[in-house]
């Protein structure tokens, strides 16, 4: 088959496609109807997760339901990605999972065998779509710089460590590229070219919209950038700063995609409306989790910010 005639992303990994495939090869037909009932279930399984970190983390039963409710029920995003066959959805559950064994991780609060449980989630970051090896860096790049920030105990015994999600992210990454090699498929030829400063600055105004704007996350943003002030300078003295560089990295991250985005004047602001919500949607849950962090320390909860240093790995 010849893969090069497909115009539409042809280079994309196939995780989602080869479920929907599998789906209809069971059914013996192809039944798009029935294959949008998988989303609910990426759906429920993302609230899950979240709600299990939080539980992890300390928070009370009730502090987790609510902070859960919160992100599901808050702008439109979320709710529309249910019914629709994107694999934003997906991907935003294995980033949930990636980033938050290793916030765990790097709290000391991680079950045993997180590091392995965590290069799993990154395969699956790898094979969920094409922005999921960058997200994966970025993950791993936040990770990096908050152990050497904060400096704990066997400092380069922890840094190397983070070789087995590496090794979990290349076994997703490799085969694929392979494959798209020996089938001269272009990677990402849409998409990287040279950069436009005028869409830099024009993206920066439609992500400060969809950051605020209720219709895209309700007020789920703007109760982030609060959390993190009343942190205040005990961020910089936590783990939590896993957490704010993840998501400032690839807020930033953003901005340069559309910088390089080879569009016109005039297809640019379209081209923005029909993407922001979803790269945005891939990182939207790490706010929650990061959020839930603060409503744990109003409940009166033991508060990450205060810890000075990385706690040792249990």
Known sequence: MDLTC???????????????????????QVNDHLAQGL?????????????????????SRTQALGVTAFFALNGTVFVIHLHIAYADLPLAYFCLAAVGLLYLWLTG???????????????????CKYEGPPLAGTILLAAALTLVWLRPPD????????????????????????FAALRRLEMGADHVQSLYPQQFL????????????????GFLWPALALALVFCGRSLWRSPRLFLALFLGGNLLA???AYGVAPTSAEEFPSYVRATLDRLLLHITPVAALLIGERVKELGGGPGICEQEAVSSEQ
């Open 254 to 256: 953003i901005l340069v």
């Open 155 to 178: 400092l380069k015994g922890r840094v190397l460590k983070l070789g087995i999600p590496i090794l979990g992210l290349a076994a997703g990454y490799f085969p694929w590229r392979q």
């Open 109 to 127: 609060a991680a079950p045993r065998g997180s590091l392995p449980m965590a290069a799993g989630f990154f395969t699956g970051l790898a094979w």
């Open 6 to 28: 497909i115009d539409a992303h042809n280079y994309y990994p196939n995780l989602v496609p080869l479920l929907l495939s599998y789906l209809y090869f069971c059914l013996g």
């Open 39 to 59: 989303f609910p279930l990426w759906g429920a399984l993302l609230l899950a997760l979240l709600y299990s970190l939080l539980r992890r983390l300390s928070l």
């Open 202 to 217: 024009e993206a920066a105004s439609f992500l400060f919209t969809a950051l605020i704007d209720p219709f895209y996350f």
